[in-house]
């Protein structure tokens, strides 16, 4: 099965260990609103993941099992954008991976 990981426990998963990927966006990380920053990198110790500033950054989408939707904001590849594309529609297991310096 596939697996989106993150570095921390982030509120907007609601503890939710499964989700579906129903869409993908690429977004310029210059014109990224500050409320959609402070909703995807706050974690709940009330500390931030660091996102480029500049460039481009992948918005994946997501229904998790209790059906409750979130979002995560990833760096830009080709390599990523390819392989979130074609599995759009899949299932992925959420893994919360405690590391100190996260690569997403």
């Known amino acids: 099965m596939n697996t989106i990981k993150f570095s921390k426990t982030y509120p907007k998963l609601w503890g939710q260990k499964k989700a ?11 014109l ?5 920053i402070e909703y995807d ?8 993941y660091p996102l480029p500033k500049s460039g481009f950054l992948l ?9 409750i939707p979130f979002c995560t904001l ?15 529609g899949l299932t992925f297991n959420i893994s919360v991976e405690m590391i100190s310096n996260a690569n997403n």
């Open 20 to 30: 579906s990927l129903i869409h993908l966006r690429i977004l310029r990380a210059e």
């Open 32 to 36: 990224v609103s500050p409320m959609l």
């Open 41 to 48: 990198t706050k974690d709940i110790n009330k500390d931030y």
């Open 59 to 67: 918005q994946l989408i997501f229904i998790g099992e209790y059906d």
């Open 74 to 88: 990833r760096r830009y590849t080709e390599e990523k954008k390819h392989y979130y594309q074609s599995r759009i």
